[in-house]
Nanobody, 118 residues
């Protein structure tokens, strides 16, 4: 099992920045990628950013150039630096960790609310 604990959400004005953190514990040796997803009211959960154990990153088009995902392996923590925030970035942000390739097992954090006011 993998446990994920997020922190860093909150209320911020448009154009400002926030940084989310996700600390992983448990059977983390088996994780091959971690990422952030978000879900706005009435919408499906969507991928925001992903980072593999090899350091390769993937971003949603809507955040590319504004958000940066990074990881601190010594702390088993993944970060999401969010700059130039927009009201449409408002959502609950979920940390994700996955293991496996042919069969993927996903683990989720409890979610943290990010609200961007105009």
């Amino acid at each position: 099992q993998v446990q994920l604990v997020e922190s860093g959400g909150g209320l911020v004005q448009a154009g400002r920045s926030l940084r989310l953190s996700c600390a992983a514990s448990g059977s983390i040796f088996s994780i091959n990628a971690m990422g952030w997803y978000r879900q706005a009211p009435g919408k499906e959960r969507e991928l925001v950013a992903l980072i593999t154990t090899g350091g390769r990153t993937t971003y949603a088009d809507s955040v590319n150039g504004r958000f940066t995902i990074s990881r601190d392996n010594a702390k088993n923590t993944v970060y999401l630096q969010m700059n130039s925030l927009k009201p449409e970035d408002t959502a609950v942000y979920y940390c994700n960790a996955r293991r496996g390739s042919a069969i993927v097992i996903n683990y989720w954090g409890q979610g943290t609310q990010v609200t961007v006011s105009s």
